[in-house]
């Protein structure tokens, strides 16, 4: 399997501060990643560090087998939110179009394959009949939606989604889990950052447990404890209270690093 993402012995150091130790990882093409851990364990700057927008203060990345990878319309990347506050609201379909920059020449402007994408994309994601309202009038589920539909209409091989199920209802959740698995079986590679697995669990192939910037798991996702483990949750609150590190370490069985 073509290898996507490589880390060797990546450091990330932020204000001085070291934020990853020494990170090796691979990610092969069609799998699908989870990255999980604690508040704070290093997750969010482990995606920013796949994707080169925070610099390795030591090791080597390489995206695509490549160590100088720039065709970054090749990757799609889903923030947990749209910054819908100020400045001029924007339609559902400016929104999603805006995902066909990447892919569009400075000489050239909108194209009818761009406008056939943006189409698609929104029709993947259930939101055509919502193309010419303001974003900011959407719910939560249809922004996030709107989002995923913009990374689709790059035509991405790699989506990289961060928390995509926070704040999302039970629907809206196995309705995320239905797309993803479309855009498995089409070969796609999704790496998603998550605290919960909920509806997406079957889709996982493979799961990465950071702590303090290190990796102290990889493999079968860990068990759910404590009140997220009882019957009848639903995973959907955000997690906005930091989750302590000792629950993630009973739920990967471990104290050790490695
Ligand atoms: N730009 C920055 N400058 C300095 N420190 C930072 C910066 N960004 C993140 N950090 C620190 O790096 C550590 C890891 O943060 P990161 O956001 O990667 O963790 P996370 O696992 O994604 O957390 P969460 O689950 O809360 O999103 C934290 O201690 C955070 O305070």
Not at 50 to 76: E, K, N, Y
Not at 163 to 188: C, F, H, I, K, M
Not at 202 to 218: A, K, M, N, W
Request: one cysteine or more; a neutral charge; aromatic letters at 2%.
């Amino acid at each position: 399997m073509d290898a996507v993402f490589e880390l060797h012995d990546g450091h990330v150091r932020l204000d001085g501060r070291e934020i990853l130790h020494g990170i090796d990882l691979r990610i092969g093409a069609g799998e699908v990643v989870a990255l999980m851990g604690p508040n704070g364990s290093g997750k969010s700057t482990l995606v920013r560090a796949l994707l080169g927008l925070v610099p390795l203060s030591s090791g080597r990345r390489s995206v695509f087998g490549s160590a100088r990878f720039r065709d970054w319309a090749r990757i799609g990347y889903v923030p947990q939110r749209l910054d819908v506050g100020g400045g001029v609201p924007a339609t559902v379909r400016e929104i999603v179009a805006s995902g066909r920059i990447a892919r569009q020449s400075r000489f050239r402007p909108t194209s009818r394959a761009d406008r056939a994408a943006t189409g698609r994309a929104m029709a993947a994601l259930g939101v055509e009949h919502l193309a010419r309202q303001s974003v900011s009038h959407l719910s939560g589920g249809q922004q996030q939606r709107v989002l995923i539909a913009r990374a689709l209409a790059g035509e991405p091989d790699v989506l990289i989604m961060d928390e995509p199920l926070a704040g999302v209802d039970a629907e809206n959740q196995r309705a995320l889990a239905d797309t993803l698995s479309a855009l498995v079986a089409d070969g796609r590679t999704i790496v998603l950052v998550l605290h919960e697995l909920g509806p997406l669990e079957p889709l996982i192939t493979h799961s990465v447990v950071l702590e303090d910037g290190v990796i102290v798991h990889r493999g079968a996702p860990p068990e759910p404890t404590g009140e997220c483990a009882l019957p009848g949750h639903d995973h959907v609150h955000p997690h906005a209270e930091p989750e302590p590190a000792s629950l993630w370490r009973a739920r990967v069985g471990k104290t050790g690093r490695h």
